[in-house]
């Protein structure tokens, strides 16, 4: 079945450092979607990548889909305390497929 | 306007035992997704309900049952309890069965 695995799984940053986590499916993918979930709370959609290289930015939070729709990236720039939490991408699969599946998540921390 | 409620917030459970879990979809949407979260790992999917009807899967045995009504809320059940069912319950609700997900705050389970 369709896999989704992200990088890092942990990752500390002073705050005011840049943080990136990436993503990859096994399978081509139709979109994919990032979310964000604080310690103790539940996934926030955060944005939709549709389109081969598409980028897309949020203040601080820049996505990118690949080209071949098999991978995808989240990139924040100077992060802030307010930007803990863990990251997820979810894709569909490109076969008609609606199911969402959820990435492995990376696990944020700022060092104050 | 109010979100995705869950209920009950939490729920402690011994093995073999069967339970319910409640999930009312956000205002305007059709579409419910129940996901299982384990403590410190992605959501994954069990199934989602569209017009009352079961329309994708995830790998879950038949343990797992669910029903939509016609109001679009939603039930998750689960018979046969294990140690393994222990674990964060989240549904999500959308409107179309590909569109971007809003959760609820979700049901922790506890099975002793």
């Known amino acids: 079945g369709q896999q989704v695995m992200q990088i890092p799984q942990y990752q500390h940053v002073q705050e005011g450092e840049d943080f990136t986590t990436y993503c990859n499916s096994s399978?081509?993918?139709?979109?994919i979607q990032w979310y964000k979930q604080r310690p103790g709370g539940h996934p926030v959609f955060l944005i939709q990548l549709v389109k081969s290289g598409e980028v897309k930015k949020q203040k601080r939070l820049t996505f990118q889909f690949g080209e071949a729709k098999k991978n995808s990236s989240l990139h924040i720039t100077a992060t802030q305390t307010t930007d803990v939490g863990t990251y997820f991408c979810?894709?569909?699969?490109?076969?008609?497929?609606?199911?969402?599946?959820f990435g492995t998540g990376t696990r944020l921390t700022i060092i104050p | 306007d109010a979100g995705v409620t869950q209920s009950p917030t939490h729920l402690i459970k011994t093995r073999g035992q069967q339970v319910t879990l409640r999930c009312s979809p956000k205002?305007?949407?059709?579409?419910v997704s129940w996901y299982q979260q384990a403590l410190g790992q992605g959501p994954q999917f069990i199934f989602q309900?569209?017009?009352?009807?079961?329309?994708q899967r995830g790998n879950f045995p038949d343990r797992f049952s669910g029903h939509q009504f016609p109001n679009y809320s939603s039930e998750l059940n689960v018979n046969a309890l294990l140690l393994g069912d222990s674990a964060l319950y989240l549904c999500?609700?959308?409107?179309?069965?590909?569109?971007?997900?809003?959760f609820g705050s979700g049901t922790q389970l506890s099975v002793l």
């Open positions: 309900y569209y017009e009352e009807e079961e329309r």
């Open positions: 979810a894709g569909r699969a490109n076969f008609g497929n609606e199911k969402l599946t």
């Open positions: 205002s305007g949407h059709d579409t």
């Open positions: 999500a609700s959308s409107w179309g069965t590909n569109e971007k997900l809003f």
């Open positions: 399978t081509t993918l139709s979109n």
